[in-house]
């Protein structure tokens, strides 16, 4: 397989997921600082113009929560997916908030230009940005968290997706200090040595 990714993007959750897979992939790195995302090339490949694309033996993936759910079903034995219907059905409940909500209130930072056109209004964006990613972290200390992992003694997908949106809280002006579990979520994670090797190629 070989996924598409950038520095500080979401693509780090598929980047993990792969490593803690242990199967086979490749890594391409795509520049943001060029706007290579919006080449034709890269339009080929992806034409939503974003980070990841996963490739791989079936076709192209360009959703996260899909590559998550593709790379724990090629490796079973990795135990990234839980057995359990109800926890299977967590796990994408909270895939879809990180998607939909969570990594949306953050695109309201940077990424102003998909909803408006007026710079005032970018600004006004901007302005929730800490307001709506303190919320949502709330949220997710208060009803998603188990601890240590999502599920509880169960690690999963949706804790590689929850990791990786959580290192952008700090960057969007939310204080952590409420959030004791999350906090030590994150630790947990970079304890583990697939997420370090991961993170050492996303500095
Ligand atoms: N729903 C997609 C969102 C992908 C996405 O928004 N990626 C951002 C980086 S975090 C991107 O590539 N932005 C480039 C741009 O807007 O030009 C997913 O979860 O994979």
Do not use: C
């Not at 600082?33 to 113009?49: C, D, V």
């Not at 076709?59 to 079973?76: D, H, Q, Y």
């Amino acid at each position: 397989m070989r996924l598409h990714l950038a520095k500080g993007t979401i693509a780090l959750a598929a980047h993990i997921a792969l490593e803690e897979s242990g199967l086979a992939f490749d890594l391409v790195w795509v520049d943001f600082a060029t706007g290579e995302q919006r080449t034709e090339a890269y339009l080929a490949i992806n034409p939503k113009g974003r980070v990841p694309a996963l490739e791989t033996d079936h076709g192209i993936l360009t959703e996260t929560s899909a590559m998550l759910g593709l790379i724990a079903e090629m490796a079973p034995e990795a135990g990234l997916m839980p057995g359990d219907m109800w926890a299977r059905a967590k796990v994408a409940e909270l895939h879809l908030f990180l998607a939909a909500t969570m990594h949306v209130n953050h695109a309201h930072k940077m990424r102003g230009s998909r909803w408006a056109d007026d710079p005032a209004a970018h600004k006004a964006m901007q302005a929730k940005v800490t307001e709506n990613m303190t919320d949502n972290a709330a949220l997710i200390e208060r009803d998603y968290l188990r601890g240590p992992w999502v599920l509880g003694a169960q690690y999963s997908t949706a804790d590689i997706y929850l990791y990786t949106i959580a290192r952008w809280l700090e960057g969007d002006g939310v204080d952590l200090a409420p959030f004791p579990t999350l906090r030590a979520h994150m630790g947990a994670m970079e304890a583990r040595p697939a997420v370090e090797k991961a993170i050492a190629l996303h500095i």
